[in-house]
């Protein structure tokens, strides 16, 4: 059973920059994982993804690209999402998902992802 636990989330000025953990257990390497973010009222949206190959997908929502880097560390078992020059906009609450029906070529949906962290939220301010 796949576990994720998001940290890392907290309250940042306008122009920071944050780091978001996930932390897999019970993890497969032929899991694709990935970012989304959701606001209250609004449908979760993905930010990134790195599929089990390596591949990586950002979400066309995210403006400027290149603001949001996703790695991952294969030996802890960590996907990370580096923010940087953060927004308003980009307050919400970060969920990481695992899943295997999703690969880099893919656009990034919730239904493609079958496990899920509880979240952790980013307030830009």
């Known amino acids: 059973h796949v576990q994720l636990v998001e940290s890392g989330g907290g309250s940042v000025q306008v122009g920071g920059s944050r780091t978001l953990s996930c932390a897999a257990s019970?993890?497969?390497?032929?899991?694709?994982m990935a970012w989304f973010r959701q606001t209250p009222g609004k449908e979760r949206e993905g930010v990134a993804g790195?599929?089990?190959?390596?591949?990586?997908?950002?979400a066309d929502s995210i403006s400027e690209k290149g603001r949001f880097t996703v790695s991952k560390d294969s030996n802890k078992n960590v996907l990370y999402l580096q923010m940087t020059n953060l927004k308003p906009e980009d307050t919400a609450m970060y969920f990481c998902?695992?899943?295997?029906?999703?690969?880099?070529?893919?656009?990034?949906?919730?239904?493609?992802?079958?496990?899920w962290g509880q979240g952790t939220q980013v307030t830009v301010s």
């Open positions: 998902a695992a899943g295997q029906r999703w690969w880099g070529a893919l656009p990034l949906l919730e239904s493609q992802f079958d496990f």
């Open positions: 019970g993890y497969s390497a032929q899991y694709s």
């Open positions: 790195l599929d089990d190959g390596g591949r990586i997908r950002y």
